[in-house]
């Protein structure tokens, strides 16, 4: 496709409750959303970076001045610009995955569109609707906590996903465990732990978990193997996966038998479909994490989470769970799943007037 130029929105969407995680809390989610405007059309993209560089480091004003100083210029004068070539021309500029991912999906969303292709079946997707988990943040009490849950079991979701951090482990999934009885848990530290904590996580092999999520520094891939062997709990990881070569690393030392793809994280929706085939190939379970994504990030994650080796429920929640109005018509969970977008490129684009109400700043970079 010929790109003409791409537009540039920071939003700010009120969450519907906070999420608290081991690394902060969020109220409201600020995200970078990418328009891509070509001769034959246009595309969406929004970009999982938050308003602060706490999951990661890259964060909302970083993702929005790269785009507009760095990356989007980067892809001018270059004619037919092919959406599979978007990583390439952008890999000279180290790390910021999440605004190249954003980026990349904008113009991939611009060519399928035109080319009348869904992106669940571009990227090889087999399903049309995927089950659905829900990831709870750490509240201020145990009963806080079994509300949460409970409304959240009402409400179909098929797997929980606990935050976990210091002090907020053992005890409230015991409490789940036993209250919930045989659900499907799992739980997430956000990389709060360090290797003399190996013992203490150790003790979560009592609660039957599905999986524990992210226990160690994004970096330490070598104390999560030194945990693997400690622990039968299945460890899965995200921060540490940032491309398919991490995963083959992780995966050779023995890491992790799971994996989070989460698309931004790991640049995109092409690179993640390199992570599945990878992990696929491994026996690697993999499943669809989320950052809170507004309508235009859920439905692209919802393509990507119907193909075949997502086994596992993802963190791909209904509008509702999130935000009041959301950008999009809401997606709604129905028995536990949720129907993969059918529409042309990601199948759906910002309503304008809630665009226009969330958007605090705007740049059209032309080129
Ligand atoms: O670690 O999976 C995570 C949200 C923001 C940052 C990191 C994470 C999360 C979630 C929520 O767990 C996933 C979602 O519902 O989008
Ligand atoms: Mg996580």
């Known amino acids: 496709m010929k790109l003409e130029g791409v537009e540039i929105h920071t939003i700010r969407m009120p969450l519907v409750s906070p999420f608290r ?53 980067a892809l001018g004068g270059r004619g037919d610009l092919d959406p599979h070539r978007v990583a390439g021309i952008l890999s000279p500029f180290k790390g910021h995955r999440q605004a190249k991912a954003a980026l990349e999906t904008a113009i991939l969303d611009a060519d399928l569109r035109a080319r009348d292709v869904p992106l669940s079946y571009h990227l090889g997707a087999v399903k049309d609707r995927v089950a659905c988990g829900v990831s709870v943040g750490i509240t201020p009490t145990i009963p806080a906590l079994l509300d949460a849950v409970d409304g959240y079991l009402a409400d179909g979701y098929v797997r929980i996903k606990l935050k976990i951090e210091h002090g907020w482990d053992l005890e409230p999934v015991r409490a789940v465990r036993e209250r919930f009885g045989d659900i499907l848990l799992q739980v997430d530290a956000n990389a709060a732990y360090g290797r003399a904590d190996i013992e203490h996580l150790a003790k979560l092999d009592a609660f039957d978990l599905s999986l524990l999520e992210q226990p160690l520094s994004a970096d330490d891939l070598g104390g999560h193997a030194m945990l693997a062997r400690r622990i039968s709990t299945p460890i899965c990881l995200d921060e540490s996966i940032l491309s398919a070569a991490h995963a083959a690393h992780a995966i050779e030392l023995g890491a992790c038998r799971i994996v989070n793809i989460k698309p931004g994280r790991v640049g995109g929706y092409l690179e993640s479909r390199r992570i599945h085939d990878l992990c696929v190939a491994h026996g690697v ?83």
């Open 21 to 73: 995680t081991s690394f902060g809390t969020e109220t409201v989610r600020e995200a970078v959303l990418v328009r891509a405007v070509g001769a034959d059309g246009e595309g969406w993209g929004e970009c999982g970076a938050s308003a602060l560089p706490l999951y990661s480091s890259e964060y909302t004003p970083a993702a929005a001045a790269l785009l507009a100083d760095v990356l989007v210029p």
């Open 285 to 367: 379970p993999v499943w669809c994490g989320g950052m809170l994504e507004t309508g235009i990030g859920r439905a692209a994650n919802l393509a990507l989470a119907a193909l075949p080796g997502f086994t596992l429920p993802g963190d791909t929640s209904a509008s509702e769970r999130y935000y009041e109005t959301d950008m999009t018509p809401p997606f709604r969970l129905e028995d536990g799943h949720m129907t993969v977008p059918t529409g042309a490129g990601i199948g759906v684009t910002p309503d304008a007037a809630v665009l226009d109400e969330v958007t605090v700043s705007r740049a059209w970079i032309p080129l």
